[in-house]
């Protein structure tokens, strides 16, 4: 499975690797920890040709910001050099 970079940057916080506004998660309280921890994060899988994996991608995206060019191909090809910030999982 790969992780989009948003996740990989979740992942990342909760590591410690960088903070927000001097606040690196190590440093938060038991209880930011657990609400970090146990946020539900919503992850959609997609499955399609290109121009319909994109018309998905900019429908469940209307109500974010206004993505770049380049942020909305990167939702249509992912192969491996598309986005080198993907992880995989297990």
Known sequence: M???C???SFCQYVNSDFSIDSMAFHNLTETE???IL???LM???CEGNDKEKLNWFE???IA???LS???LRNAVYTGGMANPCQIDIQ
């Open 59 to 61: 429908i469940v995206n």
């Open 43 to 45: 992850i959609y899988f």
């Open 6 to 8: 948003a996740t990989h």
């Open 69 to 71: 060019d380049q942020e």
């Open 33 to 35: 920890k657990n609400q």
């Open 64 to 66: 974010g910001v206004k």
């Open 2 to 4: 790969r992780l989009p």
């Open 38 to 40: 146990n946020y539900e």
